[in-house]
């Protein structure tokens, strides 16, 4: 016969006859189930020391041990399990690995299926400590939580400089992204160096540019912007949206330089250049809060930009950014970050 789970109202009835001092025996009988079915439930669900039970807390305990159970079937495939691991470990996402995997492995799986897989590795679902023989792979997600939660939004600082082209004036076709060569950029900045990363995206293909200035001056922004843009052909150099910070302010050289036309986001309104927001968060994943910027190589900036942009994207029908970007303009990006890694 065919196991069923205890019900709340039967663990109900089990703490009624403990509280009345009944044996293991007579409880089983009470609620027509078997002596061992009884001794179970309190050895997984009463106080260590089996004077204390509560429906609820068993409840609750069952339910856990049965989801995390099932997280574990979905991953007893080798193969699966093992491309799951490896590409969390090279930063893709959980959405990106499951949007890949069938075609890798011939196993399909949701996203929602790794991160239970991830957190059924720690105990009590990421709130205790590593299961023995577990890895803990939370800290290849994007945020490293280390349990789960839900997302928050991150506050913008930026601060208005003046009367600048506003991206109220921008073409808006822009926002439908469907024209190669319109590009947006920051800087990633950290409170344990000078320098600092500077950020550059293309809105349609997803293709990220990341190098390395030493300092936040206007005159380090535009060198990196004409020599990063500027290896792209005039036609796919467009527009460029950016936020008001200080080091953007030299945006007519740029649009004298390189023939493109510069647009500046709302202070205070990150989510205007919210691909370029997307793609500071991902190098977080790579180069977390407080790292020390001088102490990374050009070679290593050159490795996180080349994992970022042969990631497989959703919205791109899981294809790279670089793949996409050829595609549609014939132009080779990945050539030139290969040879300089």
Request: net charge positive; hydrophobic share 30%; with cysteine.
């Amino acid at each position: 016969m065919r196991y069923k789970q205890l019900s709340i109202e039967e663990r109900e009835r089990i703490q009624e006859l403990l509280w009345q001092r009944d044996s293991m025996r007579s409880i089983a009988r009470a609620i027509g189930r078997s002596p061992s079915s009884i001794s179970r439930e309190m050895r997984r669900n009463a106080s260590p020391d089996g004077r204390r039970y509560t429906p609820r807390v068993a409840e609750e305990r069952s339910l856990s041990r049965r989801t995390l159970s099932r997280v574990r079937v979905r991953l007893k495939n080798d193969t699966l399990r093992a491309y799951v691991v490896s590409h969390l470990k090279l930063g893709w996402s959980p959405e990106q690995v499951a949007g890949t995997a069938e075609a890798a492995t011939g196993t399909r799986i949701s996203p929602e299926a790794i991160y239970q897989y991830i957190y059924a590795q720690i105990h009590r679902g990421g709130h205790g400590y590593l299961k023995p023989g577990c890895e803990d792979l939370r800290p290849y997600l994007a945020r490293r939580r280390k349990r789960r939660m839900k997302k928050g939004l991150r506050k913008s600082y930026r601060i208005e400089k003046g009367p600048l082209p506003s991206i109220e004036e921008r073409p808006k076709d822009v926002d439908a992204r469907v024209e190669i060569g319109h590009w947006e950029d920051d800087s990633v900045v950290s409170r344990a160096s000078s320098e600092r990363l500077r950020t550059t995206n293309e809105r349609v293909s997803g293709i990220v540019l990341v190098e390395k200035v030493q300092d936040g001056t206007m005159e380090e922004a535009n060198r990196v912007s004409r020599e990063r843009l500027g290896a792209v052909p005039q036609e796919f150099r467009k527009t460029l949206t950016r936020d008001r910070g200080s080091e953007n302010m030299g945006y007519e050289a740029l649009e004298r330089d390189l023939g493109i036309r510069c647009y500046f986001a709302h202070a205070y309104h990150s989510w205007e250049r919210g691909s370029n927001e997307n793609v500071n968060g991902l190098i977080r994943r790579f180069l977390p809060k407080k790292t020390d910027f001088h102490a990374v190589s050009d070679s290593e900036i050159r490795r996180v930009e080349y994992l970022l942009n042969t990631r497989p994207r959703k919205r791109l029908g899981f294809k790279s950014p670089y793949q996409v970007f050829y595609e549609r303009t014939g132009v080779d990006l990945a050539a030139g970050v290969a040879l300089r890694c």
